[in-house]
Every structure is written in C-alpha cells, then in structure tokens.
Nanobody, 127 residues
C-alpha cells in the first residue's frame, strides 16, 4: 500500500504563499487519485482540492478556487498544493490522501472515499 508524507507547512503572513508537498512511497502514486483536505481547530475535516491519476482534471473547494493550485509530478511520486493569497481562515492542518476508486466529482470531495492518509502538516496564517 502507499504511504504519504506531507511537508511544506509553516507560519506565513496573510497574503503570503506556501507550497505543500505530498510524497509517496511504497507504491507508484500514478495509480492513485490524490486529494488535499484540511482541519482547523474545533472544526471538521474539509475538502480543499483533488487531482485525478493522470492530472488531467482537478477539483477545488469554492473557498480556495483561484488561490490554490493542485498539481502532480508522477515521475517524482509527489503531489503539490500551491497556495497564494493566504488568509487567516486557511489556518489548519493539511492532509493529503490517496484513493483508487474515485468516479464522480462528489467522490473526489468526500474524505470517506480516500483510503490512505498522511500525518498532516500545519499551516498557520497570521494577520
């Protein structure tokens, strides 16, 4: 099975940028669709972005559209989340997740459809 490790989180001022990475081991990541989710303190886990196995399609939560970009480099077994124009409300632990059986747009946005998860990376946006 695939193992996922996130990196790239940190403390950034509002309006700043970060790039998160999700590195896979154990299996080739090209066989998996990958999503990013986040969880803020005292809130449930929410969908952020997802990308299909080939990278041919991407999906975004309304709250991050035009600010976040998900991409993948299958040769490096890595998926990225480029975040710009960060806001305080983007503060959360960010998790990447992988799945093999996503079919619809709703599947990509549903955390229960993903079987493999990383440990998360903290993103803190200060004002």
């Amino acid at each position: 099975q695939v193992q996922l490790v996130e990196s790239g989180g940190g403390l950034v001022q509002a309006g700043g940028s970060l790039r998160l990475s999700c590195a896979a081991s154990g299996r080739t990541l090209s066989g998996y669709s990958v999503g990013w989710f986040r969880q803020a303190p005292d809130k449930g886990r929410e969908f952020v972005a997802a990308i299909t196995r080939s990278g041919g399609a991407t999906y975004y939560a309304d709250s991050v559209t035009l600010r976040f970009t998900i991409s993948r480099d299958n040769a490096k077994n890595t998926v990225y989340l480029q975040m710009i124009s960060l806001k305080r409300e983007d503060t959360a632990i960010y998790y990447c997740a992988a799945a093999t059986n996503l079919m619809t747009k709703w599947d990509y946005g549903s955390s229960s459809k993903y079987g493999y998860w990383g440990q998360g990376t903290q993103v803190t946006v200060s004002s």
